[in-house]
């Protein structure tokens, strides 16, 4: 829009025209992308060794 005297405020100035400003929020080829990694270790605990005795049962 132009501000000289080719613009809307000047030419649609009280000329029976409202002049609005609306804001319209779009998606616009949005696309997710994970910023960070997490690494985690993992410990797994060996399961104790069963007692020979009792498979003698």
């Known amino acids: 829009t132009s501000r000289g005297t080719d613009g809307c405020e000047v030419m649609c100035c009280g000329r029976g025209y ?7 929020i779009t998606k616009c080829e949005c696309k997710f992308k994970w910023c960070c990694a997490e690494s985690v270790d993992i410990h ?6 069963r ?7």
């Open 51 to 57: 007692a020979e005795w009792l498979d003698q049962t």
């Open 44 to 49: 797994t605990c060996k399961a104790p060794k």
């Open 18 to 24: 409202d002049t609005t400003r609306i804001k319209r």
